[in-house]
């Protein structure tokens, strides 16, 4: 696959030389759960505790200007990596967990009453359902649930048969963790708009493989985790649409989102200081921006098409093996290569392809709801990234076939 050179990109990843077994190099296909770091990563992280440590937004001493210098242009680089009008569009978080319930709590209390109505996808990650379920819960609210078809794509004509005028907000995925479906999100933003309800994106799974586009898609808010992406956990980020976020209610109250307080009454900060109470993550936010320009300077478009080969090849030589079932067989899919093979356990086949070295999950995935509709609890999910090769999915499909030779019914 010629579209970039994967055994250069692969020195950048310094884990990737790492043998887990004492003999043989890692072989990260568990891309779905977290992404590795490239040393450019690493090597910010490092330059901003050696150089550029303090606090930021408050005092004017050199740190203090270095320090703010770095998180604010960090915030810079995820608003032109979605295509955000601004800077103040973009909100640090922990990560999209913290993103959806930030956005639940904040927009949803005072926007989503007893009766009105949520929409979900049957695809959603267990962190796309939970945050509403507790919002429902507390202002009797009711969700709704998209169907998808067999293939694992959601039925579109379905999600508007569900609209009604006491819906206030969809929030779906665009890319499935447990199948890699990539949603027609432009297309549900604008079903969506037409009768007036606001769009939240989970990019959790689409930010490391997908241009994403705000604007051109029109969502009102898109989020995603820093560690899916290259970058440090412990960071992520939330888009929100301007006009959006000024109809909110912050999430917590404390220092650095105020604009003045007295025991009486306290006058906030616009966004987004006013969504981020407290001392913030810096150094991970910075450390996100360097992964973000680590991706920029491959080109996402490029990763893209590089994986999608990858992907192609991965299908066709796996669907080869007898009795492997893949779960997620959508037209538009990306990354994830979620199987069961007939009459095995799912749990064996993991534990006996991690203990070969293959670092993949098996298991529901946090997204119970989706396995349940495809009639299994658990699958085996390799998932890849732009330093996987052809090599490593090869060695993948020979585990996959030696452990089938070796276990016997
Ligand atoms: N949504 C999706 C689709 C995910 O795959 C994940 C992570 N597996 C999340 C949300 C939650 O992300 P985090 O755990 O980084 O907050």
New binding site residues.
Partial sequence: IEIFNVESIRKDFPILSEKVDGKNFLIWLDN??TTQKPKSVIDRLNYFYEHENSNVHRGAHALAARATDAYESARDKVARFLNAPSLNDIIFV?????AINLISQSFGKFNIQKDDEIIVSNLE?H??IVPWQLLASEVGAKIKVIPVDDSGQILLSEFERLITPRTKIVSV?HV??ALGTIVPIKEVTKIAHRYGVKVLI?G??AISHIKVDVQDIDCDFYVF?G??VFGPTGI?AIYGKKEVLATMYPYQGGGNMIADVTFEKTVYQEAPNKFEAGTGNIADAVGLGAAIDYVSKIGIDNIYRYEHELLEYAISKMTQISGLRLIGTAKEKTSVLSFVLDGFDTQKVGEYLTSKGIALRFGHH?AQPILRRFGVEATVRPSIAFYNTKEEIDFLVEKIKEFKNSHFR
């Fill in positions: 779905a759960a922990r990560g999209a967990t913290e990650h962190a796309n995925a499935s963790n989970d959790a799974q985790s560690h899916k992520g946090c």
